[in-house]
């Protein structure tokens, strides 16, 4: 069997149409242009990419993007003092502050500060606890996005054996209250589970979000498994040249494509979805905060 493949590049691409049309309509009928502040700290070349592309999509779908430079040396009071200046700034729906931040700045202090209101990744404690039990308001993004896919391959979800390899803040924990909230049986697997293999395959889900280059191999899966790879890992690729890299997932593509049902590859899976899930929500946050109802379609 050979999988299908899962387009997040075009699913992605979608999204950003219907939420170009939402933006639309906040602008017509309620006079609101969604407004999205991005705060980069230092010079990491990655971030840095990731922040051009944000600001770029931000604007390609017609709300304001506002960008935030700081030099890798700043103070954390510095940092501190610009998020609430952005907290109390109207025009501003969304903050996102990219991590990693330096060592000198405690991360938590960064994410304690964001007005949960305007909390795009969903990473301040209010936020994680509305998506616990199901209350209105932005869901971290990659996770969103996962779910997006998983319910447009599959349909419903419920009663389905899902295995997420990986525990972290940012996928693990909020993709398994995710699934556990479309009705899922899901196992959370980590770098200390043992028999891992075996517990891969009973699933009929598999979110691999470890951080492993290609670690879960075909002959891990179920037959006909839905695997969702959320690695990005870059290995180097002598082939291309000395020296030069590739992109892979936490699955090794070439078995598991064999075993699955559908698999997303690495890259143009999960990762276009994930910038296109902060603008919507972008759009849940600039609702709530108008008193308006988010649109149903851009979130859990
Ligand atoms: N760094 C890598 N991914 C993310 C993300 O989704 N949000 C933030 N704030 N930083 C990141």
Not at 117 to 130: E, I, L, Y
Request: glycine share 10%.
């Amino acid at each position: 069997m050979t999988a299908h493949i899962i387009d997040g590049k075009l699913f992605a691409e979608n999204l950003r149409g219907r939420i170009a049309g939402h933006v639309e309509r906040l602008k017509t009928e309620h006079g609101i242009t969604p407004g999205l502040a991005v705060v980069i700290v230092g010079t990491d070349p990655a971030s840095q990419v990731y922040v051009t592309n944000k600001a770029k999509q931000t604007a390609e779908v017609g709300m304001n993007s506002f960008k935030h430079e700081l030099p890798g040396d700043v103070p954390e009071a510095e940092l501190l003092a610009l998020v609430h200046q952005l907290n109390a700034d109207p025009a501003v729906h969304g903050i996102l502050v990219q991590m990693p931040v330096p060592k000198h700045i405690d991360p938590n202090k960064v994410i304690e500060a964001i007005d949960p209101m305007k909390d795009v990744d969903s990473f301040t404690p209010a936020n994680v606890g509305k998506v616990q039990i199901g209350l209105p308001g932005p869901v971290s993004c990659t996770p969103l996005g996962c779910l997006m896919l998983l319910r447009d391959h599959l349909g419903k979800l419920e009663g389905k054996n899902a295995v997420i390899i990986g525990r972290s803040n940012l996928v693990g924990k909020p993709m398994m209250q995710l699934l556990l909230r479309d009705n899922c049986t899901v196992t959370v697997a980590h770098s200390r589970t043992e028999n891992l293999p075996e517990v891969v395959r009973q699933a009929d889900i598999v979110v691999a979000a470890v951080g492993r280059p290609q670690m879960v191999k075909g002959d891990w899966l179920k037959a006909g498994a839905v695997v969702i790879d959320v690695g990005i890992n870059r290995v180097p690729a002598p082939e291309k040249g000395e020296g030069k890299t590739r992109l892979v997932g936490d699955v090794d593509f070439a078995s598991a494509a064999e075993v699955a049902g559908a698999i997303t590859p690495v890259p143009g899976g999960v990762g276009p979805m994930t910038i296109a899930c902060l603008l919507a929500n972008t759009i849940t946050t600039a609702s709530l905060i108008n008193g308006l109802v988010p649109p149903s379609d851009l979130t859990a």
